[in-house]
């Protein structure tokens, strides 16, 4: 397919994907109207996780499968929080500041919070030993990241 129907295609389905075409003289290769909306802030997604709380806290029916996505979106949130946390000091030779050696303490304390209620919620569906590889796949590398991070500084 070449790009000229990609780029037809992904008007006809309303998304904003970025084309194959080369970018004409003198224009930046992609815009920022390629990738969406900006990303919400750190108060945005925790106003969203409180919301999400007390629609399940609300429900009558599937409380089971709310919990799962709240532990789901908290997981994200951490997610989103250690990659910014890293993104700011992992690359920078100078040591922590006290309020920065805390949050990097609370943020490893959350991840390690996340990471035993997810193995809780696999417990009854996986193999302990399947359980333990996809655990560590989905939490050793930030761990370890963080950790060294927090610990070198």
């Known amino acids: 397919m070449n790009s000229g129907r990609l780029a037809d295609r992904a008007r006809l389905h309303g998304a904003q994907y970025p084309t194959l075409c080369p970018a004409k003289k003198g224009a930046p290769a992609l815009s920022s109207a390629n990738h ?11 106003r969203g996780l409180d ?10 029916k599937g409380s089971s499968l709310l919990e799962t996505w709240l532990l789901a979106a908290r997981n994200l949130i951490n997610r989103a929080e250690v990659t910014a946390f890293l993104l700011t000091h992992a690359a920078t030779p100078r040591p922590l500041a006290p309020a920065a050696r805390q949050q990097g303490a609370n943020l490893l304390q959350q991840l390690r919070d996340l990471r035993d209620e997810t193995n809780t919620l696999y417990d009854s569906i996986l193999k302990p030993t399947r359980r333990k590889l996809v655990i560590d796949w989905l939490y050793r590398s930030v761990e370890h990241a963080l950790t060294r991070t927090w610990q070198a500084h």
């Open 36 to 46: 969406g909306p900006a990303a919400p802030d750190r108060a945005t997604r925790r």
């Open 51 to 60: 919301l999400f709380g007390a629609l399940a806290q609300s429900s009558d």
